[in-house]
C-alpha cells in the first residue's frame, strides 16, 4: 500500500503519473475488498468505480468542485482518497464511517444520499446559486445508470438550462441496477454495450434533447482515457454528460461474475470470495414472504407482484424466475410502482401485491393517496425493512411510515410479530377488501409451520394476561415485550401483552376491554416515537372518556439515527427490555407495591 | 341545445354526422360556460378539449374502452355526454358532480385525480391486466402537456412495453400548464407550435425512443381530421400516442385571450366573461404571503423562491416578473422542487422559499426528508391551501401533511392564524436555522399592518386567558375558538384561548403551565383529527406525567371529505362553534357546574 499511504487528501492524487494510478487502483480494490470481507457493504458497485473516482479527483478539485453523488453506492473510493482511509475499516459500523455520502464525515461529502435520484436535482440547485453568487466551480452529480430513470431525476433532466455552464453529469454506466436493469432508458437508450468504441447514436441522441452535450462511451476502467474526456468535458461551454461504462465487481473474479449477489455483501473469505457460512438457521421475514408469495401465486393466476428495483433484497426472485409476466421489477420508480399497482387491481387483478423497503415508500405517499386509497383498491404493499436498517443507517431506516400511512383513509396497517402470522397476514389481507400495508423487518424469526390463520381485520390479540400493567408491543417487539414481562415479575408486577397486529384499524374493542382492569399501558415500537403506534393508543385511550389511564411510549427518539449494528442502536435509543423495564418501574412507581402505587397516581 | 338534449350516452354520438358533432361543440360549450359564470371552475381547459373529447366518444366505446383523465381538468366534455348533464349545473357544489373524475359517479370514470402524472402509470396497470386476463379493450390515458413532464408520467414512459396493443396515449397539446408551460419538453421537444401542419422531428424522435408511435400533430378542433387520426390510432398494432394542438379558451374570446386568468375561474358574466366584483375586501393568505415574499426578495439579493407550476395560485407572480431568475417556476415537479431547493440552500442562497400546495406536499416527502431535514437546511416551505380546497374537493384537501411533516426530525411546522402573523413567520423563519413549514389557507384573513414581530421557534400565545377549559386552536380555526368561548359563557365556562403557532415543537412550556391550573383541553383544526395537532397535544400530555388532565380533539374525520362550500363541509365535519360547543359541554359535563364536573372526573 506504498502509493495510497501518501494520499491524505485528493490533492496528493493530482501528482501521480498514469502508471502509479493503476497501481492505486489495485491497492484502492485490496482495501475495499478486505474491509468488506470484514464489514459487508456494497461491494461490486465500489469495485467497478476506483479508477473513474480517480480520475476525477485527478481533473477536477474536490470539495471547491463539487462531487454530488447519487444514491452513493459508489463512494468508496471517494471516501478513501479524502482524508478517510484509516477509518475505512471502521465503515458501516457503529459510530464509524457511513456507508454512504456523508455531510458530517467530510467536507468532500455535500449531500446525504442513498435514495437513489437525487443527484441532478441537488446538482443544478447548487449551479444555480453559484451562478446567481457569480462564483466559479464546477458541479459535478455522478449517477449510476438505475437512478437515471428515477422520476425524480427525469424532472431534473428536463430543467437543465441550455446556458448552464461547468456542470458535468457524470454517468456510471454499469448497466445494472442492483438486480438486471429494465425498462427502455436502460435497454434501448443506454443499450447492452459490448464495446465502448461503439457510442450509439441513441444514447446521443437522448441526452442531447436535454442539453447535454454527449461525450463518451468510454472505458471507464481506462484511466488515461477517462481523463481525456474528462478535461474536455472541463473545456466545455454547456452542459456535458460524461457516459463511462464501468464494470460491477472488476477486480474481484467472483464479484464480477456475480454482481446481484456481490453487489451488498455480508461478510466474506477476501481469498476465495466465498460467504462464511450463516450462523442462522431460522429465516427471515422477507424469505418468509417471498415463499408465501410464491406459493400464493401458484395457486391464483390472478396474483401479481410489483418491486422497484429489488427483486433480490425482497426475496420475490423465485416468483420472478417462475412467473416473469407476473412479477414485474419497474425499476427505481416508487411511485409508478404504487400508480401501477392501483391499475392493476382496478383493471381487475384480484390479489396485486406491491413490495417496497418501508423508507422507500416514503416516495411514493401521494400514489398511495389517490391511486389506491381513494378508490379504495386492495392492493396489498408488503413494506420490507420496516425499521432499523442498521448497517445502511439514516437515510435506510424505515421508522417514519406509520405516521403517514395511518393518516390516510381506507389503509390497513398491519405488522407480524413472527412468521407464522405474517403467512397469515398475506392469506388473509386480501378479504378485507382495502388497501393493506403489511410491515416487517429483514430479521431472522419463527416460522414453525403450523396451520394459517384467517386474520381478522383490526383484531389484535392477547399473548399473555396479567393485571398489572398492559404492553402494547409492535411486531417482533413482542419478544422485548416478553422480556420485559419477566423483569418486570421480579418486582411482582405482572404485565399482560398485547399484540395489537393492527396498527389501524386499532383493535379498539380489544384495549377497552383491558382498561377495565388496566390503568397502566405501555406501548413499544422500533418506530419513531411520536409519529407511531404510542402515538395512536395515546389518542385512542384520551378520547376513549376512560379519565385514569395512563400510557407511556417507547420507541426511537425524534432525531435521525445512525448506522451501527441493531444491538448498539438498540441500547442508545433505550430500547432493551432491561431500560424499558426500568423505565417503567421508574415512571409507575411500582416498585413500591401497590399502596404508593395508588398514592402516586390520586387513586386511593 | 337541440343535439346535446338527447346525447344521454356517448352511444348517441357515433350516429352524428360531422356537422351535427360541431352544433353539439358549440352546444357544450354553451353550458359549460353558463354553469361556470355560476359554479365557477376550470373553464379553459374544459374549452379546449371538448371536440377532442367528442372524438374520442365518437371512435372508441366507452366504457369498455377506458379512458383515463390524468389530472381531469379537461373532462367536463366527458362528464357531460356520459349522462351527467342534467347533473352538469350541480359541479363543485356541495353533494354535486365533482369537478375532477370520479368514479363513485360514472362507469365512465375509472380513478379518480387531480393530482398530476398518474394517467400513463394507471393506463399500463390497466392494460397489463388486459393482457394477463385475455381481454379485448383500448386503453386510453389522456393527458394534457404539464403533466408529460411529471416524474411519474416519466417513469411510467420509460416502462410501456413495446409489444403492448390497443395502448393510446392522447396528448391535449394546449402548450400551456395553469401557467405558462416550462421546460426542455415543453419548450423544444413539443415546441411551440403555430400551425399543426408542421410535425416536429423531435417530438417523433421523443415518443419513438419509448416505444410509441407517434400520430399528429392534429388540430384538436377539427373533428373530421380528429376522428381520422383516432382511427388510423386505433388500428395501429404497437403503442401509439396522438398528439392533439387545443387552445385553451377555445370559443370564449376572453378565456382564450387570457387562459391563465381563465383556468380556474370564480363565478363571472356569461355575456362579458367579466369577473363579478368580489365582495370580499379582506386580503387571503396566500396574497399576502406572496406580497411579503416579493418585500423580503427586494430588501435580500439572496432570496429565492421556487413553485412547482403554481406561480399565479400562490401569489408569486408578481415576484416573478420582477426577479425572474429568482422565482422559478419547475412545472408540475414537486420532487425536484424540494430537492433543487436543497441544493440552493446548500449552496448557499440565504432564503429559500418553495411554495408547495399542501395536498401536492405529498409528493415531495421523501425529498424533504433525504434533502433537507437530514441535512437541516433552512428551506421554508410556504404550504398553501392548507386545509379544506372546498370546490376541488377530495383530492386537493390539504388536511394530512401534518402527519408526515411532523414527523421527521429537524423539521419546524407552524401556521399562522391571521396575515400578521403568516408575516411574522415569513420574517422570522430563516432564524430558526431549520426547514420550516408554514401552513396555510387559500382564505380570507386580516391584515393590520402593525409591525412585525419577531416570533420564537416553539412559542404559543394565550390569546385570552380564562381559567376552565383550554382550548388550543390550530390558526385561522383560532376564530372558531372565541366562538366557542363565546358560546360557553353562557354556561359560565371561561375558556383559555391559546394558539400554539407550532404544532413542532410544540411550546410545551405553555402547555405544562396551563396543565398546572386546567384539566380540561381541546384542540381544534382543520385538519384530519387524528393525524394532527390533536395527536401531538395528547401524546405530550400523556406522557407529561400529569394523570388528571383530559383532552378533546376537534378535527376532520378519518374518511375522504367530498367538494362542496366551506360551510357545509365544516358543518358536516362537525367543525362549528356551536357543535364544537356543544360536544364540550357534553363531554366534559361542564353544564352541571364545578361539583358535578369534579364527580364525573373523580377529583374529589
Request: proline share 5%; with cysteine; hydrophobic share 40%.
Amino acid at each position: 500500500m506504498k502509493i495510497l499511504t501518501n494520499i491524505t487528501s485528493p490533492e496528493a492524487i493530482k501528482s501521480l503519473s498514469i502508471e502509479e494510478l493503476k497501481v492505486l487502483s489495485s491497492e484502492i480494490r485490496e482495501l475495499i475488498i478486505e474491509v468488506m470481507s470484514k464489514n459487508g457493504g456494497h461491494l461490486a458497485s465500489n469495485l467497478g468505480s476506483v479508477e473513474l473516482t480517480l480520475a476525477l479527483h485527478y481533473v477536477f478539485n474536490s470539495p471547491l468542485d463539487k462531487f454530488i453523488f447519487d444514491t452513493s453506492h459508489q463512494i468508496y473510493t471517494h471516501k478513501i482518497v479524502t482524508g478517510r482511509k484509516d477509518l475505512f475499516p471502521t465503515i458501516r459500523k457503529f459510530q464509524g464511517l457511513s456507508g454512504f455520502a456523508s455531510p458530517t464525515e467530510s467536507i468532500h461529502d455535500h449531500f446525504y444520499a442513498g435514495h437513489a435520484g437525487t443527484g441532478l436535482s441537488l446538482g443544478l440547485g447548487v449551479a444555480k446559486t453559484r451562478d446567481l453568487q457569480k462564483e466559479d466551480s464546477y458541479v459535478i452529480p455522478i449517477l449510476s445508470d438505475a437512478p437515471l430513470a428515477c422520476g425524480l431525476t427525469l424532472e431534473a433532466l428536463n430543467h437543465i438550462p441550455k446556458d448552464l455552464k461547468k456542470f458535468i453529469l457524470i454517468l456510471n454506466d454499469n448497466g445494472m441496477a442492483i438486480s438486471h436493469g429494465v425498462g427502455t432508458i436502460h435497454n434501448d437508450i443506454l443499450g447492452k454495450f459490448t464495446s465502448p468504441d461503439k457510442p450509439k447514436k441513441e444514447t446521443e441522441t437522448f441526452f442531447d434533447q436535454f442539453h447535454l452535450k454527449y461525450l463518451g462511451p468510454v472505458d471507464g476502467h481506462n484511466l488515461a482515457d477517462l481523463i481525456t474526456l474528462l478535461l474536455k468535458a472541463k473545456a466545455s461551454d454547456q452542459p456535458v454528460i460524461v457516459h463511462a461504462l464501468t464494470i460491477k465487481g472488476c477486480g474481484m473474479p467472483k464479484a464480477y461474475e456475480d454482481p446481484i449477489t456481490y453487489h451488498g455483501v455480508k461478510p466474506f473469505d477476501p481469498e476465495s470470495g466465498k460467504f462464511h457460512p450463516s450462523p442462522l438457521s431460522k429465516e427471515t421475514f422477507p424469505k418468509i414472504f417471498g415463499k408465501q408469495v410464491l406459493k400464493m401465486a401458484n395457486e391464483d393466476p390472478s396474483l401479481i407482484a410489483i418491486t422497484p428495483a429489488m427483486p433480490g433484497g425482497s426475496c420475490l426472485d423465485a416468483f420472478m424466475e417462475t412467473y416473469p409476466d407476473r412479477c414485474i421489477d419497474v425499476g427505481i420508480a416508487e411511485g409508478h410502482a404504487v400508480t401501477f399497482a392501483g391499475g392493476l387491481a382496478y383493471g381487475g387483478m384480484q390479489k396485486v401485491i406491491c413490495s417496497i423497503y418501508a423508507t422507500f415508500f416514503q416516495r411514493a405517499l401521494d400514489n398511495l393517496f389517490q391511486d389506491v386509497a381513494l378508490q379504495n383498491l386492495p392492493v396489498v404493499f408488503a413494506l420490507d425493512r420496516a425499521g432499523l436498517s442498521p448497517s445502511d443507517g439514516t437515510t435506510h431506516h424505515g421508522i417514519f411510515d406509520i405516521s403517514f400511512l395511518t393518516a390516510i383513509p381506507n389503509v390497513v396497517v398491519a405488522q407480524p410479530r413472527d412468521g407464522d402470522l405474517l403467512k397469515d397476514l398475506l392469506e388473509s389481507c386480501f378479504q378485507w377488501n382495502k388497501p393493506a400495508c403489511i410491515r416487517y423487518p429483514n430479521m431472522t424469526t419463527e416460522e414453525t409451520g403450523r396451520e394459517i390463520i384467517e386474520r381478522d381485520l383490526g383484531k389484535g390479540e392477547i399473548l399473555i394476561k396479567g393485571k398489572d400493567v398492559v404492553i402494547i408491543a409492535l411486531g417482533h417487539m413482542c419478544k422485548c415485550a416478553h422480556e420485559v414481562r419477566n423483569i418486570l415479575l421480579e418486582s411482582n408486577i405482572e404485565a399482560t401483552i398485547v399484540d395489537p397486529i393492527f396498527i389501524k384499524p386499532l383493535d379498539t374493542n380489544l384495549l377497552f376491554q383491558l382498561m377495565l382492569d388496566h390503568h397502566y399501558f405501555v406501548t413499544i415500537e422500533e418506530h419513531a416515537v411520536y409519529a407511531g403506534l404510542g402515538m395512536c393508543v395515546n389518542s385512542f385511550v384520551m378520547q376513549s372518556g376512560f379519565s385514569d389511564i395512563q400510557v407511556q411510549n417507547f420507541g426511537l427518539p425524534d432525531q435521525f439515527i445512525e448506522h451501527g449494528s441493531y444491538e448498539s442502536l438498540m441500547k442508545e435509543a433505550g430500547l432493551t427490555p432491561e431500560k424499558i423495564a426500568k423505565a417503567i418501574l421508574e415512571r409507575f412507581s411500582l416498585k413500591q407495591g401497590a399502596s404508593a402505587r395508588e398514592k402516586h397516581w390520586n387513586l386511593s
